[in-house]
């Protein structure tokens, strides 16, 4: 990898733990409904989706989730696990439909949303052996679309001036 984008990756990772400890600060309805958040990192993971690429994305994911484990929520933990799942999963349907689809910036980020409740749900009923916490799923799914659309529409502006200015 050249030094160039190493070190332009490095940063935003930097961007997305940091946006991500902002967050974890901002109560949105997580007195609720636990576990929703607005997903402000999902910002840098879409503008390294549709600027770089697959593995850039899953590999900057990946290393928020274990930095931000590091330095706030802990490794290894109940919590660590859904995050590293929602993340992943997300950011695996993210890739499949801008790649596959013509989903814009928003919708690509709605499904990554939407992917990202599924994803916690998932890990929570096999960590946790409860299968009825499939049925908090509808309530983190009706949160995913308007955050989904909230962080894809700041994307979209993120990807669009990028683009210009790199003309």
Same mark, same amino acid.
């Given at each position: ?11 935003? /990772? ?24 607005? $997903? ?7 503008? %390294? ?21 590091? /330095? ?13 799942? $929602? ?20 919708? %690509?980020?709605?499904?990554? +949303? ?9 890990? +929570? %009923? ?10 908090? /799923?509808?309530? /983190? ?7 989904? %659309? ?18």
């Amino acid at each position: 990898m050249e030094l160039r984008k190493l070190t332009h990756l490095s940063m935003l /990772l930097a961007t997305s733990v940091v946006l991500n400890i902002i967050e974890s600060t901002i109560p949105i309805l997580g007195n609720i409904i636990p576990g929703s958040k607005l $997903g402000l990192a999902n910002i840098v993971v879409l503008f %390294v989706i549709y600027i770089y690429a697959f593995k850039d994305a899953i590999f900057l994911s990946i290393m928020r989730v274990i930095l931000v484990g590091i /330095l706030r929520t802990g490794l290894f933990n109940i919590t660590f696990f859904f995050s590293l799942g $929602g993340a992943v999963f997300s950011v695996i349907m993210m890739c499949i439909m801008h790649r596959f689809t013509k989903l814009s910036v928003v919708g %690509v980020s709605v499904i990554g +949303a939407i992917s990202h409740s599924i994803g916690q749900i998932m890990i +929570a %009923v096999l960590f946790l052996k409860i299968p009825n916490l499939i049925f908090y /799923l509808p309530y /983190l799914l009706f949160l995913s679309i308007p955050t989904g %659309v909230i962080i894809g529409m700041i994307a979209k502006k993120v990807i669009h001036y990028y683009k210009n200015i790199m003309k």
